[in-house]
């Protein structure tokens, strides 16, 4: 990718030299942590992690967005680590219906923000209990082999966050590229967050 972040191409790797730069940020940003790997990653050292979460609780005029295929270690995680500062969300990635197991999981984590990323969407997920649940975001995936995904997918998922009180917030339809395909869904753009404001800036 012609970035030296990437020498090791996709092997797990930790970057300690970027780990304090939220501190750096004095404007609130929403940051997707670790966004092209997992901090809950199996090979994740416990006492990198928890660097990770110091980081984030010193700079907490930012709301950080951290998403896990691995929710189990996750709930393992804090219930050792305790209650997350608000401005930390947690949430897990629910591909297919098969996946579903993954909801009750977080459910079960001690934060206020949890979310559902239903992306890439590569099958129906079928009726879900949102319960306690603050945001759900679905799209399509994108890149040369990409699968498509249908219209009654996304829906049943609108639909269900709709009656349950659950934000949505539809990313893509996906394509050879993500903005191939665009973003609107029933002709209008879903970009609805959890209704919670970002921290003020420490002084």
């Not at 010193?58 to 691995?70: I, M, P």
């Amino acid at each position: 990718m012609g970035n030296p972040k990437y020498k090791n191409g996709f092997r797990f790797t930790t970057h300690p030299d970027a780990l304090n730069l939220p501190l750096t940020w004095r404007s609130p940003r929403k940051i997707f942590v670790n966004s092209m790997s997992d901090l809950f990653h199996e090979h994740m050292p416990e006492s990198f992690l928890r660097r990770c979460f110091a980081v984030m609780e010193e700079a907490d005029w930012h709301v950080y967005q951290v998403l896990t295929k691995r929710p189990e270690r996750m709930l393992s995680f804090t219930q050792e680590y305790g209650h997350v500062q608000d401005h930390i969300w947690l949430g897990t990635s629910v591909e297919m219906g098969m996946f579903k197991r993954r909801i009750e999981t977080l459910k079960q984590v001690d934060c206020r923000v949890k979310f559902i990323s239903f992306e890439p969407l590569i099958g129906p997920i079928g009726d879900v209990d949102l319960t306690g649940i603050s945001w759900a975001i679905a799209g399509g995936e994108s890149g040369p082999l990409h699968r498509p995904v249908l219209k009654e997918w996304v829906r049943e998922i609108r639909d269900q966050c709709r009656r349950q009180g659950v934000s949505f917030f539809f990313k893509q339809w996906g394509g050879i590229t993500p903005k191939s395909g665009g973003r609107r869904l029933d002709g209008r753009e879903w970009n609805e967050y959890p209704s919670i404001e970002l921290p003020l800036v420490s002084s």
